[in-house]
């Protein structure tokens, strides 16, 4: 065969592959890679004739879904040597807590993390005016700095957006913040009888509490009689002592979830049981700062600062703990991602938590007390 003849076949056999390749494009589009149209149908709208139709278990959660709640939890006081603290008081509180899950499509099992954080503080606050009350720009030290002027420090000048000096004098014995990690392996169960499902999981919690208690005292020489003492005319004294404790609980936790669809409403609970090893942690330290004048009353002028403070005593020691947590909600389904919810829920570690420090600066706390949370969330929950 000719190079010629051998050409004029590769041709033609090359124009039948373009129109066969052709043809079976024009059937069936190709992929563009740069295109992104996700599934995501959060504000998709919802009738009660299709979620009366939809089944129990299609009204779960599959695949990723999340949640985010507001919630406004009440904690109880330490138990400390200081009279008159009542330790089944309830301050208040607020927080968040975060849960991303997901959920193996056909597979009923899959993971889920919580985060919770809650704060609670209780504070007594008394506004004491300084020795100096009020510096007048034009009287007292420039505000310009060098080679202008004199720098005027923060510590001898007024409080930022006031007119005069003050010290915010604080006390407090109800403080502690709350985190709480979760990360469960969950199961689903059938629907029972009447559409209710059951989820039990089992996994790790690790929680962080922070106490704090301080005190704060103000003496100056201006009191009668002075409380300095005569080694000076015109000065005052600001004292702060506090402890605080660190508390880290890690250990294992089960529980179970159930929840149940009727029309556009959930009604969901949670129960969990948690226990393992407190290490804890406290440090107490005192604080002194003297301030002297050249007066007293208007205008006076600071001379001197002095910083003072002792060693920070440390302590340790290790408790066992265990606890519960459960909660319950109500959900309205808005959309048909998009639940809107509110509830209850409380926190209680019935043993093993360290409030109010040693005792070394400031009244001594227990090392093995309870510390409980109650009160309401409110939230929103989103499924894809």
Not at 31 to 42: G, I, Q, R, S, T
Not at 99 to 116: I, Q, R, S, V
Not at 368 to 374: A, I
Request: charged letters at 25%.
């Amino acid at each position: 065969m000719s190079v010629r003849k051998l050409t004029a076949s590769l041709l033609a056999a090359l124009a039948v592959a373009g129109a066969a390749n052709l043809a079976t494009a024009q059937e069936s589009k190709l992929a563009d890679p740069f295109e992104f149209d996700p599934d995501f149908h959060w504000f998709e709208p919802v009738y009660d004739a299709d979620l009366q139709d939809v089944t129990a278990k299609k009204r779960a959660s599959t695949g990723w879904f999340a949640t985010y709640d507001r919630i406004h939890l009440y904690g109880t006081g330490p138990e400390t040597t200081e009279p008159g603290i009542d330790k089944n008081r309830l301050d208040g509180g607020w927080g968040y807590r975060y849960e991303l899950g997901y959920m193996l499509p056909g597979e009923d099992h899959g993971w889920l993390f919580n985060w919770t954080r809650n704060k609670v503080g209780e504070y007594h606050i008394f506004r004491q005016e300084r020795l100096n009350r009020f510096i007048d720009p034009e009287e007292g030290p420039s505000v310009t700095q060098p080679p202008f002027g004199d720098a005027l420090l923060p510590e001898e000048g007024n409080n930022m957006g006031y007119n005069y000096r003050f010290y915010d004098i604080v006390d407090t014995q109800n403080h502690l913040e709350y985190d709480s990690y979760e990360l469960n392996k969950t199961w689903r169960m059938d629907p029972l009888h009447y559409g209710g499902i059951i989820e039990p999981f089992v996994g790790v919690r690790w929680m962080r509490m922070t106490d704090a208690n301080g005190f704060m005292d103000y003496q100056s020489t201006d009191e009668n009689p002075p409380l300095i003492g005569p080694n000076f005319e015109d000065a005052e004294l600001l004292t702060v002592t506090g402890a605080t404790t660190e508390n880290e609980l890690i250990g294992p936790q089960l529980g179970f979830r159930f929840f149940r669809a009727r029309e556009r409403y959930v009604f969901s609970t949670d129960f969990r049981v948690f226990c393992g090893a407190n290490f804890q942690q406290t440090f107490s330290q005192k604080l002194e700062t003297l301030t002297i004048y050249d007066g007293a009353g208007q205008g006076s002028e600071v001379e001197r600062i002095i910083r003072s403070s002792t060693e920070p005593v440390y302590s340790t020691n290790e408790e066992f703990y265990i606890g519960f947590d459960v909660r319950a909600e109500l959900g309205y389904q808005l959309t048909k991602m998009i639940q809107v919810r509110g509830g209850f829920q409380l926190i209680d570690v019935a043993q093993g938590v360290w409030r109010g420090g040693d005792g070394s600066m400031v009244n001594g706390g227990d090392d093995d007390q309870n510390y409980l949370m109650v009160g309401i969330t409110a939230g929103v929950s989103v499924n894809h």
